[in-house]
C-alpha cells in the first residue's frame, strides 16, 4: 500500500518569490509520482510525473519536481512565482505493479497563495 | 483532443434519492476511474475500469456501483443517498491501466 503526505496545508508567498511544497510518500513498491494541479472550481490538471529516467521533471509552466528515492520525495518547486499560480497541488503516487491497476493516492493537498 | 466530460456539472438530491453520473473519456482512452472530492476525506479512490471490467475498487459501501460501456463511456450510481455523499466527483481516463490519468472537471452533488 501506499500514502501520500503533504505537510504544508498552505503556502503563502509573494509574486516572484521562489516556492516549494513539500511532499513525502510511502510504499512497499516501486512508484510513479505526480504533481496536480486545481484550480478553483475546476477539476486536476497534470502539471508533471516522474515514471523513470532522470529524477528531475520539469513542466512547461516554469515548475520542477525532483524524485528522491532514498528520502522518498517529490517537492515541488518553482523559481519565480506570479499571481496566476495560485490553487490547490496535490501530490499522487501510484504503485508500479506489472499489469496492476491506475489507482492514485492522493496527499492532502497544499494551497499555494501568491501575493502581490 | 476533447478532454474528458462530466455530465452533469451540478446536481442537487434530497436524502434517499440516487443519482447517475456520466463520463466520456479521451477518444481512444479505454481506462476511467473515478474519484471523490470532500473538505473531510480529501481525493478518494472510487473504482477503476478498462475494457468494461472493473479492476479495482475502493472502499466504499456498496451504494456506490459504476459501469463502463463498451465505447469506454462510464457510468456512476450513488443510491440512498446521504448528506455526506455531498462531494467533487471526478472521472479520470487514461488510454491503458497503467498510464497517466486525465481529469475532468467534476461533478458538484450537493445532498439536502
Known amino acids: 500500500a501506499q500514502s501520500v503526505t503533504q505537510l504544508d496545508s498552505q503556502v503563502p508567498v509573494f509574486e516572484e518569490a521562489p516556492v516549494e511544497l513539500r511532499c513525502n510518500y510511502s510504499?512497499?513498491?516501486?512508484?510513479?509520482l505526480f504533481w496536480y494541479v486545481q484550480y478553483p472550481n475546476q477539476g486536476l490538471q497534470l502539471l508533471l510525473k516522474?515514471?523513470?529516467?532522470?529524477?528531475l521533471v520539469e513542466s512547461i509552466n516554469g515548475f520542477e519536481a525532483e524524485f528522491n528515492k532514498s528520502q522518498t520525495s517529490f517537492h515541488l518547486r518553482k523559481p519565480s512565482v506570479h499571481i496566476s499560480d495560485t490553487a490547490e497541488y496535490f501530490c499522487?503516487?501510484?504503485?508500479?505493479?506489472?499489469?496492476?491497476?491506475?489507482?492514485?493516492?492522493f496527499g492532502t493537498g497544499t494551497l499555494l497563495a501568491v501575493q502581490p | 483532443k476533447a478532454g474528458v466530460t462530466q455530465t452533469p456539472r451540478y446536481l442537487i438530491k434530497t436524502r434517499g434519492q440516487q443519482v447517475t453520473l456520466s463520463c466520456s473519456p479521451i477518444?481512444?482512452?479505454?481506462?476511467v476511474s473515478w474519484y471523490q472530492q470532500t473538505p473531510g476525506q480529501g481525493l478518494q479512490f472510487l473504482f477503476e475500469?478498462?475494457?468494461?471490467?472493473?479492476?479495482n475498487k475502493g472502499n466504499f459501501p456498496g451504494r456506490f456501483s459504476g459501469r463502463q460501456f463498451s465505447n469506454s463511456r462510464s457510468e456512476m450510481n450513488v443510491s440512498t443517498l446521504e448528506l455526506g455523499d455531498s462531494a467533487l466527483y471526478l472521472c479520470a481516463s487514461s488510454p491503458g491501466p497503467t498510464d497517466t490519468q486525465y481529469f475532468g472537471p467534476g461533478t458538484r452533488l450537493t445532498v439536502l
Open positions: 510504499s512497499s513498491v516501486s512508484v510513479y
Open positions: 499522487a503516487v501510484t504503485g508500479r505493479y506489472g499489469g496492476a491497476t491506475n489507482k492514485l493516492i
Open positions: 475500469y478498462f475494457s468494461e471490467t472493473q479492476r
Open positions: 516522474y515514471l523513470s529516467g532522470s529524477t
Open positions: 477518444s481512444g482512452h479505454r481506462s
